[in-house]
């Protein structure tokens, strides 16, 4: 800033105090002077066009044709500066008496070029080459305070360009003034301009203009206002290096100004400031580039919270850590809109298809803790809440420390990934959740009725709600107790074998209701479905489309006699159809197979009682043979088998006990013992 500025004082004064210096000499001569005194301080060409007209009194000053200051030799862009014309004037008086007062400054079309290189060097600071040396506070006039009645700028332009950051910023029509009516004191801007296409207005205040020169923290006050939106800041700032602390207000509206501003459209869902972002509170830049709010409002949309919060601008993204405390927020975009479809409730044909946007999750890395006294998210109602939000790369996390919903708590988290295309995850547990509304919410569905646990596994990827629903994939378990199915009466339809039992007023009341499910491209099947009651037992199997939003269920149901259990009618029922218009059936395929199935295991039965008399028989004329074979063989062999003994074993024990017998007689016969 100082060095700019310290450019500018040199080219008035070396201008103006030639033209009082040398007033007697023509002044393209005097003309020539300044221009050769300018280039040897600068190192810069300095190049007027066309005449120079002096004046002397009562403001001493001169205007120009064309002018214009040569780039620094590195640069690429063209002149540093190009202007139309110029005219400067000073207070001559005051001027005599060794004070420098300038009372204008006015640039017709001007056009600027701010440059810093690859290596770091900026084009507005100059050097002088040979003996010339440089603008400093030791150049004529340069170091003394001054003071500016007012400087206009007409139809400019302004470039800044860093190669070293790969950044552009262009600002066309301006239509500028500054006043600095103290050195040592305030300083305003007021400016009007346009970048990317869309218009806006600076107005800014300093409080003490030298301080702010030197790079120094001064009082500021600044006013943005660009289409809808409004900027306020007032505290202190500075720019060498760039720092700021103090209290900002804005009002941004839908973004779109802002948007344009910054050259980059971000598309924000409802409820995220698609419609309205306003901010207020205490803020602080520091000379790192970190951004902090504290004791912050924000408004979005229709949400309204409080926050602190710090963005840090090192790395690939920036990085947002908030701490937010929130009344009610509506935040439906977050599953594309309602759960019942396009009108929401059961009536609806299917899931939302309009194509949701999460390209701002790959603005900036979040981590952010959020309190809540109610969260909407479309599919599903939260009541007090307390969040971990986390956002890395495009993907978001949602931890759930604390929720309580539909009379139960949920615990959990969910999952919203933006990296490559989308896709939706989740880990929950429902414990204690009254059914019927969270289904109503869900899909629309008010059927089943019941309090008790749920637990679901899932991920579905896809553009719209519609896409994800139809690939879902997961697992779970549900255990419910005291509820009741609307709109079914079983007990009835057993009675009477009659399928009327359905519609307004009719229902099945259930102790409990227990079964597991797997999920796979969007349809639930469950095998495992057992209700109980007091008068009816029940088994369940089939399919629901959780895509398609309809199902094929076939439920075995037992209408008990008594209490006991004793008696009763069994009959398997069919529901079928869409969620929104089912239809209640006896099974009739069911009823067949089970038939058929009674008569097989009737046959299966009979052969294999028949097949058990035919073997017992046969073994019963086995066993009689095969004892009156031993019977006659002992009977001619005089062998008697004992108990365990076959008759082989019996055979070798009689022959030895001859044996032994024979060769006992013979050893006494030999001794003598015998006759």
């Known amino acids: 800033m100082r060095w700019m500025v310290r450019s500018v004082i040199a080219l008035v004064l070396l201008a103006v105090l030639a033209v009082g210096g040398l ?6 001569k005097i003309a020539g002077v300044a221009v050769a005194k300018f280039n040897s301080l600068t190192g810069r060409e300095l190049v007027i066009t066309g005449a120079v007209r002096p004046s002397f009194w009562p403001q001493l000053g001169v205007k120009t044709g ?16 190009q202007a139309e014309a110029l005219a400067i004037s000073i207070d001559m008086a005051a001027l005599m008496a060794g004070e420098v007062k300038i009372t204008g400054v006015e640039a017709i079309n001007p056009r600027i070029v701010l440059e810093r290189s690859a290596k770091g060097a900026e084009n507005w600071v100059f050097g002088g080459g040979g003996a010339g040396g440089e603008v400093s506070a030791a150049t004529p006039g340069v170091g003394k305070p001054f003071t500016l009645d007012k400087a206009i700028v007409q139809a400019g332009a ?34 009007a301009a346009v970048r990317n296409g869309q218009s806006f207005q600076l107005a800014a205040t300093v409080a003490g203009f030298q301080d702010f020169l030197d790079g120094k923290v001064v009082e500021t006050d600044l006013r943005l206002t660009a289409g809808a939106a409004d900027v306020a800041f007032k505290g202190r700032a500075g720019h060498g290096p760039l720092e700021a602390e103090g209290d900002l207000t804005a009002r941004l509206g839908d973004l779109a100004a802002i948007s344009a501003l910054a050259g980059r459209a971000v598309a924000l869902p409802e409820g995220f400031g698609a419609r309205d972002v306003r901010v207020s509170g205490g803020v602080t830049l520091t000379t790192a580039g970190s951004l902090h709010l504290r004791g912050g409002a924000v408004v979005l949309d229709d949400n309204a919270f409080t926050m602190d919060a710090d963005l840090a601008t090192e790395g690939a993204r920036p990085k947002l850590s908030a701490k937010v405390v929130a009344g009610a927020l509506k935040l439906a975009a977050v599953s594309g809109g309602q759960g019942g479809g396009a009108s929401g409730g059961v009536q609806a044909q299917g899931w939302p298809q309009d194509k949701m946007d999460v390209s701002a999750l790959a603005v900036l890395d979040a981590a952010v803790a959020v309190t809540a006294e109610s ?111 609307l709109g079914l009466d079983i007990a009835g339809m057993l009675r009477t074998l009659d399928t009327s039992y359905v519609g307004e007023g009719q229902k099945t009341i259930f102790d409990s209701l227990a079964g597991s499910f797997l999920i796979a491209g969007g349809v639930l099947r469950n095998e495992d479905m057992l209700m109980t009651s007091p008068y009816i037992t029940a088994k369940g199997a089939g399919a629901v489309g959780l895509g398609a939003r309809d199902l094929e269920y076939r439920i075995r149901a037992t209408a008990l006699a008594n209490d006991t259990g004793a008696g009763g009618l069994t009959a398997p029922l069919l529901i079928k159809g869409p969620w929104a218009d089912p239809t209640f059936s006896l099974d009739l395929q069911a009823l067949a197979d089970e038939q058929l199935a009674e008569e097989r295991a009737k046959l299966q039965a009979e052969l294999q009682a028949k097949e058990a008399e035919l073997r017992a028989d046969a073994e019963a004329r086995a066993a009689a043979m095969e004892a009156e074979a031993k019977a006659k ?43």
């Open 375 to 485: 969260l909407d998210l479309g599919m599903v109602k939260f009541g007090p809440s307390q969040l971990a939000v986390t956002i890395d790369r495009g993907r978001m996390v949602t931890d759930i420390r604390k929720v309580t919903a539909y009379d139960g708590v949920i615990s959990g988290n969910f999952v919203v990934n933006g990296r490559k295309g989308l896709s939706v995850g989740g880990d929950l547990s429902f414990a204690g959740m009254a059914l019927q509304p969270l289904l109503a919410d869900f899909g629309g569905y008010q059927r089943l009725v019941g309090t008790g646990d749920l637990r679901v596994k899932f991920l579905g990827s896809g553009a719209s709600v519609d896409a994800i629903m139809q690939s879902l994939e997961g697992s779970g378990t549900v255990s419910l107790s005291n509820g009741e199915i």
């Open 23 to 28: 007033f007697l000499i023509p002044a393209e």
């Open 158 to 191: 302004l470039v800044f360009v860093d190669h070293a950051a790969g950044t552009r910023v262009e600002l066309s029509g301006i239509e500028a003034e500054v006043a600095i009516p103290s050195y040592t004191g305030a300083a305003q801007l007021q400016m």
């Open 633 to 675: 063989l002992e009977a001619e062999l005089g062998i008697a088998q004992q108990d365990g003994e076959t008759l082989e074993d019996a055979a070798r024990r009689q022959l030895n006990q001859a044996v032994e017998g024979e060769a006992q007689r013979a050893l006494e016969k030999l001794l003598g013992g015998g006759n």
């Open 66 to 81: 064309p002018v214009s200051i040569s780039n620094a030799e590195w640069s690429q862009e063209g002149p540093m500066l």
